[in-house]
């Protein structure tokens, strides 16, 4: 049995609404060796990262995981929709600059939800002040100190 960090199961108790969902297909931003990709697998989601450490994403590649050794910049690549759901884990270490883009790309390539975790309540309010609540449903799940949420499209 797999052992989780409490990022990898707040997420991971939303994978039966993805699957009544239809989420097929799963992209992790940030994906590090591909831990959570392995999981999301598990899960049934045909998975794929981005990864800009090089020596983490062919450690991840060697372990059997689909990783592409992107930087932020290089996301806008993918196609609006191209996955069913998006996201990372641990949001709160991305820098603040690139906060806005790791969202709204996100929501860009995803088709129907974006995904992550989070410890900071700041943080969560910031990306919900980035929302269109008009265009989504938020559904979210506590663990210890770590928030797990699903942004669905609309």
């Known amino acids: 049995m797999l052992q989780l960090a409490d990022d990898y199961k707040v997420v991971a108790e939303l994978f039966p609404l993805w699957r009544k969902l239809k989420v097929a ?3 992790e931003f940030f994906c ?4 959570f990709l392995k999981l999301l697998e598990v899960g049934g989601f045909a998975a794929s990262g981005t990864e800009p450490d090089t020596s983490n994403a062919i450690e991840a590649q060697l372990d059997g995981c689909a990783v592409y050794p992107y ?3 290089d996301i806008k690549k993918f196609e609006d ?3 069913d759901a998006v996201g990372m884990l641990r949001v709160d270490r991305v820098p603040d600059k690139s906060l806005d883009s790791v969202v709204n790309e ?13 410890t900071s309540d700041v943080l ?3 990306i919900f002040d980035m929302l269109d609540m008009s265009k989504v449903n938020i559904l ?3 663990y210890n100190e770590v928030v797990g949420v699903s942004v669905l499209k609309l």
């Open 25 to 27: 297909t799963a992209l």
């Open 32 to 35: 590090g060796v591909g831990k």
């Open 71 to 73: 930087v932020l910049s």
């Open 81 to 83: 929709g191209q996955f």
């Open 106 to 118: 996100g929501l860009r390539i995803s088709s129907k939800l974006f995904f992550y975790s989070s």
């Open 124 to 126: 969560e309010k910031k």
């Open 140 to 142: 979210a799940r506590r």
